[in-house]
Nanobody, 121 residues
């Protein structure tokens, strides 16, 4: 079992930055790929970024590429999402997710409770 707890969400003006953190506990964190997803009001949950177990491979949604950076610190069992140049359309609940594979494949197996990010124009 893996428990995921997100933090770092909040209200920010357009053009600003936020860093989300996701602390993991339970099974061996460093063995698994991790990801960030988001869900805006009235919309489906969507992929934002994933990172492999070692941090060597990262993937981003086109909508955030060049603005967001996913990273991880396996010594701290934590994954991060640095969000720069935020836009109002980035407003959503952001979810941390854990896969049960070293590379992000298929649907994540574990989910956090989510953290709200609101970007004002």
């Amino acid at each position: 079992q893996v428990q995921l707890v997100e933090s770092g969400g909040g209200l920010v003006q357009a053009g600003g930055s936020l860093r989300l953190s996701c602390a993991a506990s339970g099974r061996t964190f460093s063995s698994y790929a991790m990801g960030w997803f988001r869900q805006a009001p009235g919309k489906e949950r969507e992929f934002v970024a994933t990172i492999s177990w070692s941090g060597g491979s990262t993937y981003y949604a086109d909508s955030v590429k060049g603005r967001f950076t996913i990273s991880r610190d396996n010594a701290k069992n934590t994954v991060y999402l640095q969000m720069n140049s935020l836009k109002p359309e980035d407003t959503a609940v952001y979810y941390c997710a854990a896969y049960t594979t070293a590379q992000a494949m298929g649907v994540p197996h574990y989910w956090g409770q989510g953290t709200q990010v609101t970007v004002s124009s």
